[in-house]
């Protein structure tokens, strides 16, 4: 008798198979594909930027203008924080298939947003840099605060990709959308360091 043949003893429990692993690596899949396209369309539309509109022709290192570009970029933040409130009032209310466009919607403004704002950094740094500008120009200062909110930001758009991710596999209802709400509130949290961005913009002007 081969120990094939012998009876199983009832008191061993066969292994379990991880029935979820396989979807988990699927969403994990989908999430870099998710970020890795939304970041790389981002970077090659200010790439574009860059050729079609050109530098700011005032840029010096002790004064700073306001560059066009940046009202644009508040405007789609102002979008962005807008989407992702709708989308949180339609998953509480079971409206699925709005939720994820609501969740989608956000996702292209910050996408678009992080395009505007790498195109608005490369537009007001100064043609000529020296030790003397980098210690005592106001623009190195501004271009740090808006490099650091960018950076932030870039967090804030891959949690979005995430929870965006989660919605398509259903993973949001009424009952649970901490995920939504989190991502939620830390776009408005970044939305307020941008003002706050903008008023030192504004004294410096």
Known sequence: MSRHDLPLDP???APVIE???EL???LAVRFVGLTFGILSV????AGGMTQLFGRNPDASPWTMVFHPAFAVSSALLVLGSYSLSKSLVAV???RQS?????LMGGLWAGGLFTAVQCYA???ISPFERNATATSLGVRPFILLLCTLHALHFLVAIMSLSYVTVQACADKYDHEYHWGVTVCSCLWHFLGVVWIGVL???AIAL
């Open 19 to 21: 029935r979820h692993a």
């Open 199 to 201: 008023l030192v913009i």
């Open 98 to 102: 709005e939720f994820r466009r609501w």
């Open 24 to 26: 988990r690596s699927q």
């Open 92 to 94: 509480k209310q079971e």
């Open 42 to 45: 981002a970077f090659a539309l």
């Open 121 to 123: 950094l490369w537009a």
């Open 11 to 13: 008191r061993i429990s």
